[in-house]
Every structure is written in structure tokens, then in C-alpha cells.
Nanobody
Framework: QVQLVESGGGLVQAGGSLRLSCAAS????????MGWFRQAPGKEREFVAA????????YYADSLKGRFTISRDNAKNTVYLQMNKLKPEDTAIYYC?????????????????WGQGTQVTASS
């Protein structure tokens, strides 16, 4: 069975950094585009970042460019999200997701598999 497992979430002070990891199993990892989404209480799931199958292209929500960096290591079946200069508004559950070759990186409907999420809390 396909499984995506996020890790690395936690509580950090505003201005701090955190690196999330998402380990994939049960799939041929390089066949999938990977994305990160987040969801805060009372909000819809929001696009954060995505990366192409071999890491040649990255995509970010406009508001997050310059602070967040997505990367992947296909040999480790893992995608990462480096988050810097965290703000309280970044507080959310962060989800890793895997997509096929079709559809927009920005739409959650594109993604076939989802992890369980990891909580990120940036406190002031």
C-alpha cells in the first residue's frame, strides 16, 4: 500500500526554522510530482509548494517565496520542506502529497496520495 509519512513538525518561535520530511513507500517515487499543502483551523487546504519528478522545477505559493524551499531525494524516497523565518500565520497542519503527471501543481485535486499531516506551530 502507498504510504506517505510526514515528520519534523513541532512548536517553534516566530522567526525560527523547521524542516519537514515526507517519506514515501509503496510507490515508484520518481513517477510522482510531490507537493506540500497546509490547513489551518477554519481554512481550506492551501497550496504551499511542489516539485517536479526529478527536482528540476519547483513551485511556491506567492506569499511563501523566499522563505520556504522544497527539495527531494529520489534515492531516499523523501521530499522535504525547509521553512525559514516562520510566522504565526504559518501555523497549520502540513500535508505531503503525491501527484501523477496530469493536472495543476497548485490544486489539491491533482494529488492522488496524501500523508496524515504534521502540526507546525509558530508562536510569538
Amino acid at each position: 500500500q502507498v504510504q506517505l509519512v510526514e515528520s519534523g513538525g513541532g512548536l517553534v518561535q516566530a522567526g525560527g526554522s523547521l524542516r519537514l520530511s515526507c517519506a514515501a513507500s509503496g510507490l515508484t517515487f520518481s513517477n510522482y510530482r510531490m507537493g506540500w499543502f497546509r490547513q489551518a483551523p477554519g481554512k481550506e487546504r492551501e497550496f504551499v509548494a511542489a516539485i517536479s519528478r526529478f527536482g528540476g522545477a519547483s513551485y511556491y505559493a506567492d506569499s511563501l517565496k523566499g522563505r520556504f524551499t522544497i527539495s527531494r531525494d529520489n534515492a531516499k524516497n523523501t521530499v522535504y520542506l525547509q521553512m525559514n523565518k516562520l510566522k504565526p500565520e504559518d501555523t497549520a497542519i502540513y500535508y505531503c502529497a503525491a501527484a501523477s503527471t496530469e493536472g495543476s501543481y497548485y490544486s489539491p485535486n491533482t494529488y492522488l496520495y496524501w500523508g496524515q499531516g504534521t502540526q507546525v506551530t509558530a508562536s510569538s
